[in-house]
Structures are given as C-alpha cells and as structure tokens.
C-alpha cells in the first residue's frame, strides 16, 4: 500500500463519521414531522396523503403495521413481476427485448422488493428502459423506504409506555421517501452524471471504430437508478457488470460518491436512533460498535489483497478496474457486504481467498455493520437484546433495555430473528452441494465452488444481493431457492422485529437503578461485538473453513485447484 | 380491504413520483449540464461517431493500442468479468501464457466489466516497440511516441484519488493524428 491509499481511507472514512451525526439528527426531524430544511414540500405529502387516503395522526398497532407492509410488498412484488414478464408489450423498448421467464421475473422481484437486489439477469441484454425505470427504481426506494419504518416502529416502541401505538407506517413510508432519499438521489444522480454516468433513452448505438469492427454501445437512464441503488442500500445493477461497468462508475470521484452513499444512511441511523429512543449516547454506542466492526474487516481484507501472489508477480488485477486499483475495489468490497449494498465494482470471486471471506462474514453476521438502510439497525437491536438478556443472566438480574424490561416473549422472538436467516443459509447450502441440479451451476473446482454456492445463498438469505459471479444463478433450482431465502432472510427478520415492538410499547418504562446494566458504556461494545462475534461463529464456523479458509492456506502455498 | 386499496393508492403515488418524475427530471438536468457525458461520452473522428471514451474496444492490430484482456470479447451487450478464483491452476496458467506474449501488469488480467477503457502508463509504454515496428516509424517518430504516451497520462483526480491511467482509444486517436505510417 502507498501513502496515497491510505489517504483516500482516511478521508473517506472520516468524511462518514463526521456527517453521520449531523444526518442522523437531521433524519430524526423528517420522522417526527418536525420543521426541517425541506419543509416546503409540505404540500405534497399532503396531497399524497389526501390522494391515498391516509389519515396522518392515526397509529397503528404492530398487527397492523406488519400487515400493511405484507400488503404494500405484495403490491410490489405484483407490479414488478408482471412488468417483467410483459414487457415485450410496454412502452419504451427500443431494443425490442422479450419478456423474462417466469423464474426469473419471481426472483427479481421477490428480490427487489425486499431490499435484496440479488441479479440473476445481465441488465443491458434483459430488461427494457420500462422496466429498469418503473419496475425497479421504485423498488429501489421503497423497499428502503419500507426497512426504515420497521426501525421506527422499533424505535417507538421503546419509547412509548403502556401503550399499542408505532406510528403509521404509510406516513413513515411517505416521509422517507419524500424527504429523504428523494432529495439525496436526485443530488447524487446529477453529480454521477456530471462525471459521465449516462442518462437518455436512446436505443443502443451501433457504430464503426477506427479498426473498423463494429461496436454497441448500450444505453439508458442509469444515472437515475444508480443513485438510489447505493443511497438505499440496493445495488442492483443497471448493467451486468453494476459499478464495474464504465458507465456506471465512470471515474473515481463516481467511486468516491458512491463508497460513500452506500454507507450515509445506515451510518447516520444510529444517531436517528438515539434521537428517538431518548438516548443519543445508546446511538453512539451503536454506531461505535459498527464502526469498529467495519474497519477491523476492512484491515484484514486489505492485508490478504496486498499479500503478494505465490505464483504470479505484481499486484493482481483480475477482475478490477484500472481506474480503482487495489484499494478501492477492497474498501467498496467491504462497505457493500457491510451495508447489505451487494454492488459491486470488482469481481468479489476473483479477491484473495481471505478477501472473499471477509465479504461473505460480513453478510453471515446479519448484515448489521451499518447493514441495509433500517434493516441494519433493527438487526442491530435484536443483537442488543440477547447481549442484554446474557448480561442480565451473568448478574442473575431481571435483564433491562432503556428502561424496558426484557422477558421471555422478546427474547424468543430475537432468537427466531438470529435462526431464520441462519438456518436457510446452512440449510440452502447443505442442500446444494448435494442436488447435482444445483451443482452444475458451479464453474470454480476445489474449495472456491464451495465458497461460490455457500455466499450466493448467504447473500439472498442476509438480503445482500452480490455475488461470488462464478455462479450460474439464471436456472430454475437457483431462482427458486434463492428466491424462498430472499423472502425468509426479510420477513423471518421483519415480523420478529415488529413482535418484539408491539411487546416493548406496552410495557412501562423502570428508572435505571445502581443494579441496571447500562448500554451506554464502552464495555457494551465489547460485549455486543463478542455476542455477534460468537453468534456467527458457532454458527458459520465449520462451514467457512470448508471454502475460504482453506483456501487461502492452500493459495499461500502455492496449492491450487 | 381499506388497507389493502391505501396500499395500492400510496404505491401508485409513489410509483409515479420515484419511477416516473424523478427519473425524468434528472435526465433534463442532466442534459441541461452535462449533455454530451449523458449521452455517453461519445467520441467523434470528422463527423464519425467512433466510440465511447468510456467504453473499451477490441483493438487487435498490432498498429494501435491494445486494451485489457476481456472476459466477453468486449460485448457492450454481456458486459462481465472471468470470475475466476486468483487459486485456480487453469487462470495461473492463463496468466502465464499473456506473460509469454509478452504482456505486463493488468494487461495479464481481464477487467471487472470486460469494457475497462484505461491501461496503466506501465502497460502503454511496454506496447511503443510493436507499435512502432508495425508502422514502420523511424527513431525520431519513436520518441514522439513515446512522449505522446507520456503527455496521455490521466493523473489522480483531485491530485489523490484513483489511479494513474491512460485512456486506450484516445490515445489511438491521438496515434494517428500524430504520428506518421498511418494503417
């Protein structure tokens, strides 16, 4: 590494933890319904609230918030699904693409609604400038918009006392929307531009080069759709090769604005969080916590990538841009698998062995450090819960979470939060060694096929969305699974969450007292990151040293496959 | 049921304003600002649209600038990478015959996108003796050359950010306004 890589961390990494605070308090005002500096688009929530039908002041209990968000994602997923699969028969389609199959348009929208965006299809060849714009895009905000007011509901919960209200979830949806990621991709969207994202809807340009061979350029409004893919925690790409391809992450100032745009918002909700909940150093905690988590990551990805190669000279590019080199494609590696982002710009298959592993660790830990815009958060709380509830049982105490007892209903509902994801990540994966259906999708031999099955399914089940690409995922078997792991990984995680909060809201609120575990210390961080650490480790443990582990022993001497 | 239709009216809402609106208004800011680089930085030789500075192209005469190896024969239709594990035989073995060709730093290894349009000054500078054999240049128009290649060098943005590299195409542009023995 050269004085120049570390720079660009430094500042990147500073640049978030100096306005995460800032954004966090100024999210908080939007939630609440405060007077903030956009105020003025006032009018138009109400017209959307007058239009839809939505009474503002009127709460929800946590059945009806969880149910009006089944409703909206099937909705979602209903637009989506049927967008594919006729888009032969809809508007702007120049290049005439068919409609996809019906597998693949189950998996893209079961993964688009959920905040996944896993990618089975190569956008350029596939999707019509429809579909990316009025099928996808919005997906792209919403489903954000969607994990953010489960963290609200959270957040009231802990809150309230005695009592059944979280909040509207269709005001909440509306705010994030409107105030938030709207104004933020619109800003971004034009800065990409200014680099040399492309925004148009021409039909694909076939011309002569100066060879004289013959040359299509793709087209399209990606500039829109990529802004709201890193600012919402997406990443699905508008091409195949998402911000790999020149016309996606054309510089690195583009590389520079979207690093940072994949963590701003989970970055800056533990702020929001701590606004709410009346506890800004818990916020902190919190974001301490992540944070640390982050970066120890980020300096064993970097220490396997600079390791030098056993039989190649010189530093590897396989696989990455001549324009980001080494250090960019490992900072962006780590903050997407952090972020459950899931874009890429170079190929996580062709990192160092220990590289791809800390990627996929990364997703086997819950997508919680800073994780997906709400999601990451609300994961966060249900680790927060079993430290409190270990704590509570160490010092044989009745175990307390800001003031809010935590008893047998909460704790079972955070184990179930932890097992969903787990138990179809391990399972998925144990299955698909075995069927040869799912293995004659893999193309690496040796540990590496094993790694390439392992992260496609922890990617769909921890609602990540990149890929060790290796993987032939466009099947049947591989839409399905994957499919059936986006939707558990989500809703196995979501209505948990929203248990918990429904119970949390009715309880009353205890003054701490001298026996009260506080989670506002530092010895908090070391005893949530040793949960979450043990936690995925007894979990993951055997499984990861079966692909990545061995791999990279096997790479340093020499041994390949 | 009064759920289900808020549902539908709030996602039909919102579907117009993030699918439709917003999409459209950053394409006439876009345009507004930034027309040519919106339109994908499209390169013109006369009045020939010959490329995209953005975009790589297959250059295989020995006479101009070679880009990255690429995984799909640089398609602008399946951009892509290899995938390949950095630990598997059949790549070393790969990386070792481009080595045999000839082939220095990145120039052994395929791009993330297959369409990477940048080589490193290491790569440019190592291809001048092709070059410049292939088009027959003499000792004088071989030091041109290789200040053309000197003067091509995109530095760091900002002065820290990125890589050093230099665009494949404009450089080829470059070659053979510049530089006699034109193919």
Redesign the interface.
Known sequence: MKSFDFIQIVLILGFLVCVSPVLGGWIAKIVEGEKHLLSFLSPLENFIYLISGIREKEEMNWKQYALSIVGFSFLSFSAVFLILVFQGSLPLNPQNLPGVSWHLALNTAMSFMTNTNWQSYGGESTLSYFSQMVALTVQNFVSAAVGMTVLLALARSIRNKESQNLGNFWVDLTRTTLYLLLPLSLVLAILLVGQGVIQNFAPYLTLKTIEGASQILPMGPAASQIAIKQLGTNGGGFFNANSAHPFENPTAFSNVLQLISILLIPAALPFTFGKLIRSQKHGFILFVTMLTLLVVGLGLSLFSEYLPHPSISGTVMEGKETRFGVTHSVLWSVFTTAASNGSVNSMHSSLSPLSGGIALLNMLLGEIIFGGVGAGLYGMVIFVILTVFIAGLMVGRTPEYLGKKIEAQEVKMAILAVLAPNFIILAGTALSVVLPIALSSVSAKGPHGFTEIFYAVASGAANNGSAFAGLNANTLYWNLLLAFAICLGRFGVIFPVLAIAGNLAKKKITPPSPGTFSTETMIFVVLLISVILIVGALTFFPALSLGPIIEHFLWLEGKGF | M??????????L???L????I??L???A???L??LE??????VR?GN????????A?????PK?FWP?PSANK????????????????E??KT??EREAQGLV??M?????????????LEAAQAQIQRISTARELNSNDKARLEILVHNSLQL???G????E?INVLKL??AL?EAIKGTP
């Open positions: 009064k759920s289900l239709l808020t549902n539908l009216r709030v996602f809402v919102l579907t304003l993030t699918g439709v917003y999409p208004v950053v394409t800011i876009g345009h600002f930034f680089k919106a339109q994908g930085s499209l030789k020939e649209t010959v490329g995209s500075e953005l975009l192209q297959g250059f295989s005469n101009y990255r640089y398609d602008g239709l399946s951009s892509g990478a290899t995938n390949q594990s950095i630990s598997s035989t790549w070393i990386v070792k730093s990145e052994r290894f395929a791009s993330a996108s297959g369409l990477d349009p940048d080589i490193s760091r943005q900002a820290i950010f990125g890589e590299r080829n542009l053979d």
